[in-house]
């Protein structure tokens, strides 16, 4: 950093609060005073209407305050803005009427003295139905998917199918991946209480600004009568990015019964109140020449959405720009089933779509007899090939090198199955990462008090990222003093306007305007320094003054930063910053003031893309009598710039490669078709790793200079580290078994006939 230097390996700042549980989640307030506990209801069927709602007699239990429904607040909630617009991803509003969207919709909310009560009284509740038969899926047609679905041409240049058609050496194949939940650890919590007809709600939120507008507009009052209070969340991952249908109901509730409502809902229930990770099918062409060079890349992409609203992640703009190819063509078709409204789940797009392509990368590369690691080298590029724009910096080879390097790459037998251990068959396999780095407005408040302490305020998100953190750690290093005299608060919609915690944008924006109030605070002291009287820095001169370790020092000497702010005669220095990072609307932070949401970076500038990349390395053993698939270590290597706090970046890495091998060989939400009903809802049948599943892990930073991307160089690593490890699995499988697995997760199953 600029005009400052401190040493560099920090702890988590919150790390004591959270071990000792001091820290509070969003699911620890009570609203103030002896609130009232709510208990949803959901619909059973997934298509069709309520004929019946009896809840005259459920009124009359022990302990009964309300009972929301469609029968007293339909026409109450407004529809609120959807996805890229506003702030919901579903234009469902809840409780409006009799009609049925999809099972597990919340048909009415039980209000009672203790929770208890109200679940008792939930289940005494008589609902009829008039239900159709739903779709639960994609159909199966001669394309292997739905073909009534609405399909959208996606990045194309020049002539993929001729140049698909001429080219000596090609692929084409179909993958799958399932639907997936983030079960974060934290359950769907909201309390809501008014006072002076102003709303708190305590909710954990990764939006809180979003939050705070999206509720104003659907509750038809003033964002400033709503403030959303979420200091740390139990988990997210894209969860809590959207704000949920029960939110609203909730805080009617409250205002109905004049009393503060809380409402916990169940793991189960989470299943379809909240967003999820929608399933997907692709169809990959690729051709090459026979020395390895792609000729045509065609990546057609399906994903299920509602019937209400067509959803999208459209992985197919990442996909079809990662190597450089003359002739690229992709679509995208998004199909209706009677389903929720699917929404953001860590990298929602590119776990997917980059699950498709870094296979047939690989499936190619067999083909072509060539190492996968040397055929993405062979298409390395540094100008995305659509609309030629330049990468700001793309260190991909280096993560390959750098990973392989110390995976042992080199002792690969690259013959399927020729690499065994008694019983077990060996593989070894990779595939590329990949996340754009986005950026949105952001502002942030410092104040640096006389006794060297700062506090930093901005409406950022601590979802266990380290937020709080890189926070800390930027103010620490803008203004020369130890970490831990930096207080930061954030979570809160009253605070200066932070960007959603999404698309792995808040350490890049919110660490920038830190950065320049920082600036702005070091200009003031240094120049009151200078213009002094008498002091060791009069007269020196302003670019050589670093802040270090509580001091302004130059050649000529130092002073205590304490004096310097003494000097100008207040108790604390305050400064309001502003970040608008390259390509920002022109509203800037002052559009988040408004509730306008804006979001840059990534593929969406005009003169250049910008992305972190990455190499996933995976060993796997699969056992020859049995199919069961282990993997006793993950490699990845990734260059995503500046990297801000090496611990907690390190620690989401980790969790991100997890991840990747979670998704890939357990994670999948289990759907009924004929009733388009979930039947794993719960953590007993909703398969996630637990410690004996994980091996050795290493992730890596590969040192990243990016002067272009940000003032500060900072790119996003939150996804980056899942991106490609569901990919490099199945290619390490492929290598084990000589059995190519094209769905996931990969189960025992998809590899034990083909073994023996
Ligand atoms: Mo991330 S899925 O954009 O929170």
Known sequence: MKGSEVKREYRRVDAALKVTGRARYGSDFDGG???????????????????????????????????????????????????????????????????????????????????????????????????????????????????????????????????????????????????????????????????????????????????????????????????????????????????????????????????????????????????????????????????????????????????????????????????????VASSVTVCAADRATPGFMRAPAEMPYLFALESAMDELSVALNLDPIEFRRINDTQVEPIEGRPYTSRALMQCFDVGAERFGWNRRNPTPGSMRDRDWRIGFGCASSLYPTYMAPAAARITLRADCTAQVQTAAHEMGQGVRTVVAITAAEGLGIPVDQVRVEAGESSLPPGPVAGGSNSTASVCNAVAKGCQDIRERIIAAAIAAAEGPLKGASAREIRFIDGYLVCATGREPLRTAIARLGRGALEAYAENSPHGTPAEGVAGMYKGLPAFTGGMFLKDRIQCAFGAQFVEVRVHERTGEIRVPRLVGAFAAGRIVSPVTARSQLMGAQIWGMSAALLEATEIDAHHARYVNADLAGYLVPVAADIGQIESIFVPEEDLLINELGIKGIGELGNVGLNAAIANAVFHATGVRTRELPIRIEHVLERLS
């Open 33 to 327: 005073t002896s609130p009232a506990y709510a208990c949803l209801v959901t619909s059973r069927i997934a298509r069709g209407r309520i004929s019946r709602f009896e809840d005259a007699p459920v009124r009359a239990l022990p302990g009964v305050l309300e009972i929301l429904s469609f029968k007293n607040l339909g026409g109450r909630i407004k529809q609120g803005q959807t996805f890229p617009i506003g702030y919901m991803n579903s234009s469902i509003v809840p409780l409006d009427s009799p009609r049925i969207w999809h099972a597990g919709q919340v048909i009415a909310v039980v209000i009672a003295n203790t929770f208890e009560e109200a679940r008792a009284a939930a289940r005494q509740l008589k609902v009829e139905y008039v239900g159709e038969p739903p779709t639960a899926s994609f159909a199966v047609g001669d394309e292997g998917v739905d073909a009534v679905g609405q399909t959208e041409k996606g990045p194309a240049v020049g002539d993929a199918i001729g140049a698909y058609a001429k080219a000596p050496v090609k692929i084409d194949a179909r993958y799958a991946t399932p639907t997936q939940h983030h079960n974060s650890m934290e359950l769907f919590t909201t309390t809501c209480a008014w006072k002076d007809g102003k709303l708190t709600v305590w909710e954990s939120s990764q939006n809180v600004y979003g939050y705070q507008y999206g509720l104003a507009d659907q509750l038809g009052i003033a964002p400033a009568d709503v403030r959303i209070v979420s200091p740390y969340l139990g988990g997210s991952f894209g969860g809590r990015s959207f704000l949920p249908q029960t939110t609203a109901v909730i805080a009617l509730g409250a205002k109905m019964i004049g009393r503060p409502v809380k409402l916990e809902a169940t793991r189960a229930d989470g299943f379809t109140i909240a967003t999820y990770r929608a399933e997907t099918r692709h169809r990959v062409r690729l051709a090459a020449t026979r020395e390895g060079q792609l000729q045509s890349l065609i990546h057609d992409g399906w994903e299920v959405s509602s019937r209400g609203d067509a959803y999208k992640v459209a992985g197919v703009e990442m996909s079809t720009r990662l190597y450089a190819c003359n002739d």
